[in-house]
């Protein structure tokens, strides 16, 4: 028996001793188990010891567990590394653990109680030591925020391999395992620039080369002299595969470049070298990645060997004997038994050389005495060596060669094409025939009665026929040689049918832009659902199109009015599309678009209304027009015409129409236009009962609106005068008076009125005439002759009339009592009797026309004479009194003729308080003396004195009138 004890000190094996090979350990949840042959604890999962037979080793195997525990403990890369880099490492890595899994359950040769390693030869998984440190914070997250994702190719776990440097180029993965993965190929890798594998440079002396290589049977040339390389080196640089020729002083022979770098590189590590150079420059590991070989005048010292290169007391050993190669699937067995002869010493190791007709090749050493060579290629030719080797030296190698055999992989490319009744299988062969060539190929369908059937075929392809179409059927391909068949390839799923029948009854209705589609589904659907409808279409235009749709209706939208959409339409299911069914046309279109730029011109009693034709006439012809008028009252009126204009007669003046316009199409009715109004109107009539009214140098004319406006809102008058000469004037204004100003008094015009509205000017009224005038001035000359109990006025007329006629005077007397009198004469003297003798009388005179009295009075103060006696009706001697108008001369005293002062005659009364003068004058024939006094009326007036002294009128005949002066 056999016992394992805890580090407590108690045994772990029941009874205290262990029974067979195997001890498992269950811990509980949490509960470490530490292994000091790891030096590693681990808390999940079930632990195995499992004791080697016929040796001291032990296995520890962890069981049933989980994966994401598993990652928990895996220990490829630091825990500090930036959080992407760390959930991609968590991506590959369990990816990768799945793919190995699998490949190694799947495996016939893989005959362990585990699925992967805890070292580089799977990845290294070192249980707590990683889970639990410090600072795995980080890792532990990655895990878990892409907790479950993995990279599949195929559906399966892909081989994801990862390496601490690529060298700057990384690998055809068919050079590397003789298989080559489609996403495993060769790139450049510029992420590891900078690292001591990147890039590289080993130098060595020609003496230390030629002494590692003299270790090695196959390589001994003696003194190197040149190194030639060739044959199959990767896309990378990589000379793994290449044959490197030595030539030497002794001999010349061939390796394969894998086979060059193991024995250069178990040279180095038996003098002591490690796998970089040292700080001089010396020494260092040849790495498998890009080889340039030169030479350098600068090479450093000759290394000297630290440690014999064989012992002179120990020969080499015999060959390995019953070397036996087994093939299996993608690998061979070899082995083999110790030589007969050991040398002298004990056998330290053995050494397989293989080289496939692929051109692969590689180089293996162990300590056993026997190696699976897996991930072979089926059906390729394997020539392997084996020596022995003990501390004098290698043995001479026995070669044989054997063919890994197996079954060939699954079929390809399964596809299925669908038929009515039927399904045509085609697959292409497989990648790999397990080394002898496929023989036959066997189809299984499955259908939904779950029965499965199969046919053995020749080729690859067949068909399937008496299927139920709609049904769906499962499909796998296997390949068979003479070693056995392949799994199934992947399964293809397919339903048989016929494409459908065309749809029927399809019917096409227009609408604004549109065109609805109907149809019904076909009366075969070839045993396949429906699952579209293609409608494809054809415009009158020229343009095409296609419409894909599940129902049986659809509205075309977007398109051209007026142009004819002819449209036909097809099923679809999953075995195609059926022939077009029978086609329709439509041509959309709509009702016209509003007519525009509506305009309305009036006229007397009626409007005119015009238009232009809509924009868009919806696709069909514009057919006619609907003009609508509405007056204010809510009364309308409507016409229907062709043409773009129309008159409506018979409207009242002055009222306010509204006017739109819709187009009719055979689609409809537009919108109405934008309304315009229209008032119907003409000119107004002519002003009435023109008045005038004439003053100083102008006329005032007024008037009354005319009886008729026109329907339309007087908008001013025009005046227009005109001169005997010729000569005219005119004025526009807005009331209903003007005044004429400027003119010439006396003068007659000529005046004519119009008025105007929004229409025009209307006639004039009928003419009017005026004269401007004003009332006259003051007489030109007047006297007073003085008699018996009388007066005789008489005057000349003014010298300006105003303008118009003197028609009358008004002769106006005041007697000393106040009495006043006033006589109208046409004349221009008057005789006033019956008077008070030696009463002083006030007279004045106005020259009157049709404007009125004269300003400025004619006013004089005269006494008549007493009566004679004996003889009243004698006038007795006469005094002649000129009037004139007052002047506003300074008042003065009376003078004589002589003049010399007067005396002061007796004061006569006056009318008005107003300074007087007087004159007095003797008559020549007697001593009588008349006295007339002048009394300012109004104006201060120029007196004019006259005394004449005349006999009897029985005398005067004889004698006459002597008039003494006149002033």
């Not at 040689?481 to 459908?500: D, K, L």
């Not at 140098?697 to 406006?709: Q, Y």
């Not at 009358?808 to 003297?829: C, K, M, N, Q």
Request: with cysteine.
């Amino acid at each position: 028996g056999w016992d394992v004890s805890a580090n407590s000190g108690g045994s772990l094996c029941p009874g205290g001793s262990c029974s067979g090979d195997i001890l498992q350990i269950r811990t509980a949840d949490g509960v470490a188990v530490e292994s000091s042959a790891t030096r590693h604890s681990y808390s999940h999962g079930q632990i195995t010891l499992s004791k080697m037979p016929g040796s001291t080793w032990y296995r520890i195997v962890l069981t049933n567990l989980d994966i994401e525990l598993y990652l928990r403990g895996v220990a490829e890369v630091p825990s500090n590394w930036p959080a992407e880099a760390l959930r991609a490492q968590a991506i590959a890595s369990r990816t990768y653990a799945l793919h190995i899994a699998r490949e190694n359950r799947g495996s016939n040769t893989w005959l362990v109680p585990f699925d992967l390693y805890s070292t580089t030869m799977s990845q290294i998984y070192s249980g707590n030591t990683r889970e639990l440190s410090a600072n795995n914070g980080p890792w532990l997250q990655a895990i878990a925020d892409t907790a479950g994702q993995v990279l599949t190719y195929g559906g399966e776990p892909a081989l994801t391999l990862f390496t601490t440097s690529a060298g700057g180029y990384t690998e055809n993965s068919g050079y590397v395992f003789n298989e080559q993965h489609p996403y495993l190929v060769a790139a450049p890798d510029p992420f590891t620039s900078g690292d001591p594998y990147t890039p590289w440079t080993r130098t060595y002396s020609v003496a230390g080369l030629s002494r590692w290589l003299a270790r090695a049977a196959d390589t001994n040339v003696g003194t190197l002299q040149r190194i030639e390389v060739s044959g199959n080196i990767s896309v990378s640089g990589r000379i793994d595969r290449a044959t490197v020729r030595l030539v030497g002083t002794a001999a010349t022979r061939s390796v394969s470049g894998s086979r060059f770098v193991f024995v250069v590189n178990k040279g180095l590590e038996a003098e002591g070298w490690g796998p970089l150079p040292n700080a001089d420059g010396r020494g260092g590991h040849l790495l498998s990645t890009k080889f340039v070989l030169g030479e350098s005048t600068a090479l450093p010292p000759a290394i000297a060997p630290t440690t014999p290169t064989t012992n002179p007391s120990i020969a080499p050993p015999g060959q390995p004997q019953a070397v036996m190669l087994t093939p299996g699937p993608r690998e061979i067995v070899v082995t083999w038994q110790p030589p007969a002869s050991s040398g002298g010493g004990p056998i330290t190791g053995y050494l397989i050389t293989w080289l496939s007709s692929t051109g692969a090749s590689g180089t293996i050493p162990t300590t056993e005495t026997s190696r699976t060579l897996r991930n072979l290629a089926n059906g390729a030719t394997y020539t392997v060596s084996v020596a022995a080797s003990n501390a004098g030296g290698s043995s001479r190698a026995v070669t044989v060669t054997a063919t890994p055999l197996g079954t060939p992989g699954p079929p390809t490319n399964v596809s299925l094409q669908r038929g009515d009744g039927i399904l045509r299988v085609s697959w292409s062969p497989p990648p790999a025939d397990g080394g002898i060539p496929v023989e036959s190929y066997t189809v299984h369908w499955t259908g939904p009665d779950s029965v499965t059937n199969s046919a053995s075929v020749q080729g690859t392809q067949h068909t399937i026929g008496g299927l139920t179409n709609g049904a769906t059927y499962s499909v796998t391909v296997t390949a068979t040689n003479r070693v056995g068949s392949s799994p199934h390839s992947s399964p293809a799923s397919h339903r048989p049918g016929a494409i459908p029948t065309a749809p029927v009854a399809i019917s096409a209705a227009r609408g604004n832009g549109i065109v609805e589609v109907s149809w019904s589904p076909p009366l075969n659907d070839g045993g396949l659902p429906i699952s579209a409808y293609v409608i494809d279409w054809v415009s009158s235009t020229g343009a095409t199109g296609t419409i894909e749709t599940s129902s049986t209706g659809y509205t075309m939208q977007n398109l051209l009015n007026g142009a004819t959409y002819t449209v036909t339409v097809s099923a679809v299911n999953e075995a195609g599309t059926s022939p077009a069914g029978g086609s329709a046309s439509a041509t959309p279109a709509a009702a016209p678009g509003a007519p525009g730029a509506v305009t309305v011109d009036r006229g007397d009693g009626r409007i005119d209304v015009t238009w232009q034709p809509p924009t868009s006439d919806g696709g069909k012809p514009v057919l006619s027009y609907t003009v609508l008028w509405t007056a204010p009252d809510g009364s309308t009126g409507s016409a229907e015409t062709t043409a773009t204009s129309h008159t409506f007669e018979g409207l009242t003046n002055g009222t306010a129409y509204t006017v739109t316009v819709t187009a009719i199409n055979e689609i409809g009715t537009s919108a109405a236009s934008q309304p315009a109004s229209g008032t119907p109107a003409h000119i107004p009539g002519a002003p009435v009962a023109v008045r005038t009214v004439r003053e100083d140098s102008r006329i005032l004319v007024s008037w009354d609106p005319p009886a008729s406006d026109g329907g339309l809102r007087v908008t001013g008058y025009t005046l227009l005068w005109v001169a005997p000469d010729g000569t005219s004037g005119s004025a526009d204004t807005t009331a209903t008076s003007h005044t004429i100003d400027g003119l010439s008094n006396g003068t007659t015009y000529g005046i004519t009125v119009s008025a105007t509205n929004e229409v025009g000017t209307s006639v004039t009224a009928d003419p009017v005439r005026a004269t401007p005038a004003r009332p006259p001035g003051p007489l030109a000359h007047a006297e007073i002759g003085v008699g018996h109990e009388s007066l005789l006025v008489s005057w000349e007329p003014p010298a300006d009339d105003g303008g118009l006629p003197v028609r009358s005077y008004t002769l106006t007397w005041v007697a000393p009592d106040g009495a006043v009198t006033s006589i109208e004469t046409t004349h221009t003297s008057h005789t006033i009797d019956d008077l008070i003798g030696g009463a002083a009388y006030t007279i004045t005179i106005l020259a009157n026309n049709e404007m009125g009295a004269s300003p400025a009075l004619m006013s004089a103060q005269a006494t008549p004479l007493h009566a004679a006696a004996g003889d009243a009706g004698d006038a007795g001697t006469t005094a002649t009194t000129t009037i004139a108008p007052l002047s506003g001369a300074e008042p003065s005293e009376a003078v004589n003729d002589q003049g010399a002062p007067a005396a002061a005659p007796s004061p006569a009364p006056a009318p008005q308080q107003t300074p007087t003068r007087t004159r007095t004058w003797y008559d020549s024939v007697t001593t009588d003396t008349a006295v007339v006094v002048l009394a300012a009326v109004g104006l201060v007036l120029i007196a004019a004195l006259l005394v004449a002294t005349r006999r009897r009128r029985y005398r005067v005949d004889e004698a006459g009138v002597d008039v003494l002066d006149i002033w």
